[in-house]
């Protein structure tokens, strides 16, 4: 059975100019509710693959939103003929369990700027300043949050659509379903529970196994 969702026609990758990112990265970093302590909030391959070293890392609670693979992506794990699913957090009801990760001041600089050329390349997120609970007290991070007015935002998707798509794209960096699997991992690894991606995993293996 093949995806009966309908891929938009007009997906495209166009990476803002270094002068942009480092505007809005100036601009977030102005916002900042304590310029002292910068925190930020890793849901999806911010965990497994953060690239740089914390000063404190904590479990921590993202409120009034959900993880949703819910935009097209085109390069990494798809390609312009057969994109994949991208993950980010959207505003809801649930909550999100991820980590939050205070930066270390030296070298601080170096770490905005490659967060940003990592998750701002273009604009497919809004980074946006936001409360996290922990057990050692609320701080406040960057989240990368869905841009839901960018071209490339694909809303919400159900399930068997998400497992049959995730399965059939692949980019430079692997399958789209892999990013899910390294994801999992973690979830498992730290305790925490999403039994919404769990299965979605687990829908994507049987039709992985079934394809061979």
Known sequence: MEPTIEIPDDLCFVPWSDERRRTHLEETLAQAP???GIWVFGYGSLIWDPRFEPLETRI???DAHRRSFCFWTTIGRGTPEQPGLGLAVVPGEDSVDGLAYLLDPNGLD???EALWLREMRA???HAEWKR???SEGDVHGIVYVANESHPNFAG???LEEQARIMSKAKGSRGWSYEYLENLVQEFERLGIDDPYHAAL???IMEIVGVRG
Do not use: N
Request: net charge negative.
């Open 201 to 203: 995993y687990d829908r």
């Open 156 to 158: 919400d998707i159900p």
């Open 110 to 112: 170096d770490v905005l």
């Open 132 to 134: 996290m609970r922990t």
């Open 123 to 125: 604009g497919v997120y």
């Open 60 to 62: 921590a609670k993202l």
């Open 34 to 36: 304590d310029p002292d």
